[in-house]
């Protein structure tokens, strides 16, 4: 059974095209990504997601509801593997932590932007990004932290590093 080592809460970090919050459950053997399900929706959902600002309101609403389920769901798993959580929430990501060749935590944005790399084994990456304002210095020692004891040497924490984009 796989061990947690912990769990990351990115606020307001789109991926992929989704609005709303990432949340990263961390285990020595692999992540597990949970964030909102955009709707598919029928014929007039899909008419107003269309429709300019009334069209991301609608969205960003059912994303949200669609986290807070997510979250209840894995609240209700309790303290169990990376696998199990994977299956009890619905549409989290599994993702084996051998699948990663790196990570990479560093500053953008003139500053006031924090962005968190991962790279897979297979050279494709994705990028999260938060508001260092909104989430603060504590979310990148909790991910320099959290990461880095999971990835070990994988993980590069440019926060801090020497010419790193902080300085």
């Known amino acids: 059974m796989s061990t947690s080592i912990g769990m990351l809460h990115f606020s307001g ?34 008419t107003l997601q269309n429709r300019g600002l009334l069209g991301m309101a609608v969205t960003a609403s059912s994303v949200h509801r669609s986290m807070r389920h997510q979250r209840e769901q894995a609240e209700t798993a309790g303290d169990v593997s990376a696998v199990s959580l994977a299956k009890a929430v619905d549409g989290a990501e599994f993702i084996p932590l051998t699948a990663w060749a790196g990570a990479r935590l560093e500053k953008g944005g003139l500053g006031k932007v924090c962005k968190l790399t991962l790279t897979t084994v297979s050279g494709k990456s994705e990028t999260w990004r938060w508001n260092w304002k909104k989430n603060g210095p504590t979310l990148d020692e909790a991910a320099a932290d959290i990461l880095g004891s999971a990835l070990g040497e994988r993980f590069v924490n440019a926060m801090t590093a020497p010419g790193s984009a902080s300085q």
């Open 13 to 46: 970090s789109p991926r992929l095209g989704h609005l709303g919050d990432l949340d990263v459950y961390v285990f020595d053997d692999a992540m597990v990504l949970i964030q909102g399900l955009t709707p598919k929706g029928g014929l007039a959902y899909r």
